[in-house]
């Protein structure tokens, strides 16, 4: 079964720092890229970080770039965000899920997210 | 940016009946790049539609998509009570690489 497994969640004070993990198991790490997708307690859906799966390539939303960094462990099948410089905006449940495309003539197409992890609420409060 | 928005806000509407929910881009989009997800009270978001049509593994052929350029539909062709909860459509862009629409609530009337 396909599986992500997020956690690390937390209250943290305003300019602090935290680090989520996503345990992936189930497929083939390598082979997928992940996103952290955030979702604020009854908003909507954020995407706010990508990471390829071998050659590590990293995109990020506006809203966290140059405060939160992605990475990933591909002998551990692990993502991680890094948070740091935390604002009370930051608070949601932070999703990972798996980066699924279909391939052909040398384009991506079809790209979607499949599946998701069950989320870590993050807060940041004083 | 391509801003994505669904319509209606909430869509109230009764066991059996047919739903039909809308996601408009503020710039044409490659219908390959469309999804739909649906989201229950406490639950992670689901894959539903990607590829505007293509139904995920274990969705219902109740459930469809359609539409093309900047006009979407997820269709839901007689409702289950399991129907109701929110849809988010996505769309893989450049900047930023992924949007989301805002969502519609489908709620039992």
């Known amino acids: 079964e396909v599986q992500l497994v997020e956690s690390g969640g937390g209250l943290v004070q305003p300019g602090g720092s935290l680090r989520l993990t996503c345990a992936a198991s189930g497929f083939t790490f390598t082979n997928y890229a992940l996103n952290w997708v955030r979702q604020v307690p009854g908003k909507g859906l954020e995407w706010i970080s990508f990471?390829?799966?071998?050659?590590?390539?990293?995109y990020y939303a506006d809203s966290v770039k140059g405060r939160f960094a992605i990475s990933r462990d591909n002998a551990k099948n692990s993502v991680y965000l890094q948070m740091n410089s935390l604002r009370v905006e930051d608070t949601a449940i932070y999703y990972c899920?798996?980066?699924?495309?279909?391939?052909?003539?040398?384009?991506?197409?079809?790209?979607?997210?499949?599946?998701w992890g069950q989320g870590t609420l993050v807060t940041v409060s004083s | 940016e391509n801003v994505l928005t669904q319509f209606p806000g909430t869509l109230s509407l009764s066991p059996g009946e047919r739903a039909t929910l809308s996601c408009r881009a503020s710039?044409?989009?490659?219908?390959?790049?469309l999804v739909w997800y649906q989201q229950k009270p406490g639950q992670a978001p689901r894959l539903l539609i990607y590829g505007a049509s293509n139904r995920a593994t274990g969705i219902p052929d109740r459930f469809s998509g359609s539409g093309s350029g900047t006009d979407f539909t997820l269709t839901i062709s007689r409702l289950e009570p399991e129907d109701f909860a929110m849809y988010y459509c996505q769309h893989y862009g450049r900047s930023p690489r992924y949007s989301f629409g805002q969502g519609t609530k489908l709620e039992i009337k």
């Open positions: 899920a798996r980066d699924v495309s279909d391939y052909s003539g040398g384009t991506y197409y079809h790209i979607r997210f499949d599946p």
């Open positions: 990471i390829s799966g071998i050659s590590q390539t990293t």
């Open positions: 710039q044409s989009v490659s219908s390959s790049y």
